[in-house]
């Protein structure tokens, strides 16, 4: 009877062992899936603020900022110039406003990220940052 007995313990002791290391393995698979996630997003991030950067500098440059929008590939969607690039959209905002001596081209870049296919993209979605931008031009004489 006590040889069953201690047999019985260590099967005891041995399943116990097994769910500890179950649990450990579980843990650690959350673990990497948050810092591959993680990772994944500050790409994301990075692309991003790298376009919406180069069209803020290309509104500056620009002669007329809606011609500019619309040769970089934005569509205008009630007021707002858009373009899906991946897993974020980047949205363009503003217009001319009148100065003293000229105009101001006034405006927003920002940047949203998605989980989702590009066809399904909205304006909710999280935004990753806002780069706001200006563009004087002088009247003509």
């Not at 970089?72 to 009148?98: C, I, N, Q």
Request: include cysteine.
């Amino acid at each position: 009877m006590g040889k069953r007995n201690r047999s019985n313990v260590l099967l005891v002791e041995i399943l116990i062992a097994v769910l500890f290391f179950m649990l450990s393995a579980t843990v650690l698979v959350r673990v990497f899936v948050a810092a591959r996630n993680m990772t994944v997003r500050a790409a994301v991030e990075t692309q991003a603020l790298a376009e919406a950067q180069n069209v803020a500098d290309t509104i500056y440059a620009a002669a007329d900022p809606d011609q500019a929008l619309e040769a970089m590939e934005f569509k205008l969607y009630h007021g707002a110039w858009s373009r899906a690039s991946g897993d974020f959209t980047l949205y363009v905002e503003g217009g001319e406003e009148p100065a003293e001596a000229g105009s101001y081209w006034r405006g927003t870049v920002r940047a949203f990220y998605h989980n989702r296919n590009i066809e399904q993209v909205r304006p909710e979605d999280e935004e990753l940052f806002a780069i706001p931008c200006t563009r004087y031009r002088e009247a003509q004489a």
